[in-house]
């Protein structure tokens, strides 16, 4: 058995190439430097979104109190307020995940792979859209069940 694998760890080369669908140029490091970089922003981006939704939902029960001698329009745009906020906030938290499932699969080495048929997602959607985990013909797929 070679030294390598007596030792039990799989050595952790830096992950530098993911697939391309037909026709598309190989990935070059900066490219998949680029995607780390934006996943990441990506993550911190969500994280704040949701600080900040959740700031404006306790800043808004905190308003509502009990209500006593507040006009009924304004309890009713506060509602209306809480709503978006929590649909907000709600967003964030997908996206975020969206983004921390393809930051796994990218460390991974599994990135870039369509989690629903397996062929390549395509770099050129990956570019545009990094937290891609299904390739287009399935996303559409999806979205009109
Ligand atoms: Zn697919």
New binding site residues.
């Given amino acids: 058995m070679p030294p390598a694998q007596r030792r039990g760890a799989t050595p952790k080369a830096p992950v530098t190439s993911f697939p391309v669908a037909e026709g598309e140029e190989p990935w070059t490091e900066e490219e998949v430097a680029e995607i780390r970089e934006e996943l990441l922003a990506e993550m911190a981006r969500m994280e704040k979104a949701i600080e900040v939704a959740e700031a404006g939902l306790a800043d808004l029960f905190e308003d509502g109190g009990d209500g006593a001698g507040r006009d009924p329009a304004d309890v009713g745009s506060s509602n209306f307020e809480r709503d978006q906020e929590m649909s907000l906030a709600q967003n964030a938290r997908e996206m975020l995940e969206q983004a921390q499932n393809a930051y796994r699969l990218f460390e991974s080495g599994s990135y870039g792979i369509?989690e629903?048929?397996?062929?390549p997602i395509g770099k050129d959607r990956l570019q545009v859209f990094p937290r891609a985990t299904?390739?287009v013909?399935?996303k559409q797929r999806e979205e009109r069940r």
């Fill in positions: 369509c629903s048929c397996g062929e299904m390739c013909a399935c």
